[in-house]
């Protein structure tokens, strides 16, 4: 992203900048707007702490993103299937005990997920999703949140890459709650290479492995495979599912817990 020279103008012109930065890329590093500004970066962070203050970004290590409340309306906008999410997500959430250390991936189901935690849960979270971050990092007491960090996924909001992946070999997980854009009988499937490599490592660190779905994901495709059924040993989802997925869930013994109205 390229920024207009406003090196001679005000605060109030730089601000407006930086914002219109950080809602068109979704994340901004202090160091590359400090560079393209002509300013110190000790400026850029007092800018952004303005900006804070007055809701408009959230402060993360090394820069700013969206407000959580913008981040999740943009990420995650209406698409009819708010309900189904939470329901999905509030029998997920049962699964997971009081202390338990759980991973939790990135999409609007996790993110649903993450929202369903109880008020007393104590555990630890690990994820590479910016917006379970940041909604952990609200909550009071936060939970212990461990930060898979790496390349940012724009489109995702999500941490992906070698360093997130180095990251989770040094990690351990009862519960990896898996969402992933697409489910038939020979797997599950992500939208990239990059984030279904994410997935595979967060599986591995995992004792279960428990895919949270709605039913638009069981009709639809994703070019990026992550696992075979057989790697799951739970889904949790709305609505029956298609015939021959269940039958490779069956034939793997994998438990589904469907949660209709």
């Known amino acids: 992203m390229t920024y207009p020279d406003t090196r001679n103008e005000g605060a109030g012109e730089r601000r407006m900048w930086i914002t219109a930065a ?4 979704g994340f901004i590093a202090i160091a590359d707007v400090a560079r393209q500004l002509g300013v110190s970066t ?52 049962e699964l997971v005990g009081p202390t338990d250390t759980i991973a939790v991936d990135a999409g609007p189901t996790a993110y649903a997920l993450a929202r369903a935690l109880p008020d007393g849960f104590r555990g630890s979270v690990i994820t590479h999703s ?44 009862r519960t990896f709650f898996l969402s992933t854009a697409a489910v038939d009988a020979r797997g599950t499937y992500s939208p990239s290479p990059a984030e279904a490599s994410v997935q595979r490592r967060l599986m591995e660190i995992a004792d279960e492995v428990v895919l949270v779905a709605t039913h638009d994901v069981f009709t639809s495709s994703a070019p990026a495979r992550v696992a075979p059924l057989e790697r799951l040993t739970g889904v949790v989802t709305d609505r029956p599912l298609p015939q021959p997925v269940v039958a490779a869930l069956r034939g793997a013994d994998v438990l589904v817990h469907i949660v209709e109205r």
């Open 42 to 93: 000790m400026t850029v962070r007092r800018d952004l702490h303005v900006l804070e203050a007055a809701g408009q970004v959230r402060l993360v290590h090394g820069g700013a993103t969206l407000a959580l409340s913008e981040l999740c309306g943009r990420v995650f906008p209406d698409d009819g299937d708010a309900a189904a999410r939470a329901r999905v997500a509030g029998r997920a959430a």
């Open 130 to 173: 910016m917006p379970v971050l940041h909604l952990l990092d609200e909550r009071r007491p936060p939970p212990r949140t461990v930060a898979l960090g790496g390349e940012l996924l724009a489109d995702r909001h999500a941490f992906v890459g070698p360093s997130a992946e180095a990251a989770v070999a040094q990690l351990r997980a």
């Open 22 to 25: 950080v809602r068109s890329a």
